[in-house]
Every structure is written in structure tokens, then in C-alpha cells.
């Protein structure tokens, strides 16, 4: 077994992170998962939630608010809606992803996903202490 996998995430604006992990912890929209090298291939869509890498350099934790996530034999590569190192995210930054997906909602036309994606991101928003 491998000890490490290749780690990517990418967001429309920027890549976030390229590393060598020894295991990404991903928010699922079915449930969180937590994916290690040589895990089985696997395809799962996002949930807003925060997505964390461990490496040798440490864990390093990200908000992501959807998106995709593709786990195969030479990593993790992750394609975001939107990504936010955590350190980089403020109360006024939350404050705009939580009107954003209020505004999302209001016009969605499965109410029920988009209730759920907001529930996720107010969860992150109290977790994250904004």
C-alpha cells in the first residue's frame, strides 16, 4: 500500500492545493468520507461543509460549499463550487456565502436539496465560531 496519494483542489477562480496526502476527510453529500491511498475508485458530489488534508506538513482544513470529488488509484482531485482555505475565511466572507445561498434557495427549484445545502453551511458558519 501506497503511503501517500496525490491531493488537488480546484476551484473556478484558482488551484487551492496540489500535495501529497496520506488522507483527505471529504464533506459528501450522502455522507462525509475519508479517503486514503489506494481507497477504491469512487465519484461523489459536495456538501457544503470543511474538507481537511493531512500531510506531512499537518492538516490543513478548507470550507468548501459544493462541488465534486473524484477518488482513484493516484488520488483525490476535487473540483469546488467554491473553496476557502480556513484561515483565509472572516465573519464578513461567511456572512456573503450565507446571503448567497439564502438568495439560492429562494429560487431552487428542489427545495429540499437546497434547504439541506443551507442547513450544511449554517452548521459550518456556528462551527466555525461566525
Known amino acids: ?3 501517500t496519494m496525490q491531493f488537488d ?9 496540489s500535495e501529497r496526502a496520506t488522507q483527505v476527510q471529504i464533506p459528501g453529500f450522502e455522507g462525509d468520507l475519508t479517503a486514503m491511498p489506494d481507497h ?3 465519484i461523489t458530489t459536495l456538501r457544503p461543509g470543511i474538507l481537511r488534508s493531512v500531510s506531512a506538513e ?3 482544513s478548507y470550507l468548501v460549499t459544493g ?15 467554491q473553496a476557502i482555505p480556513l484561515e483565509e475565511l472572516n465573519a464578513k466572507l461567511m456572512d456573503q456565502l450565507v446571503a448567497d445561498a439564502s438568495e ?3 429560487v431552487a427549484v428542489d427545495k429540499d436539496s437546497a434547504d439541506k445545502a443551507m442547513a450544511d453551511l449554517l452548521a ?7
Open 67 to 81: 462541488g465534486f470529488a473524484e477518488i482513484n488509484l493516484a488520488g483525490v482531485s476535487v473540483l469546488a463550487e
Open 58 to 60: 499537518g492538516t490543513k
Open 124 to 130: 459550518v458558519k456556528a462551527a466555525a465560531g461566525f
Open 40 to 42: 477504491a475508485p469512487l
Open 1 to 3: 500500500m501506497a503511503e
Open 9 to 17: 483542489l480546484v476551484a473556478p477562480e484558482r488551484r487551492i492545493a
Open 104 to 106: 439560492a434557495t429562494a
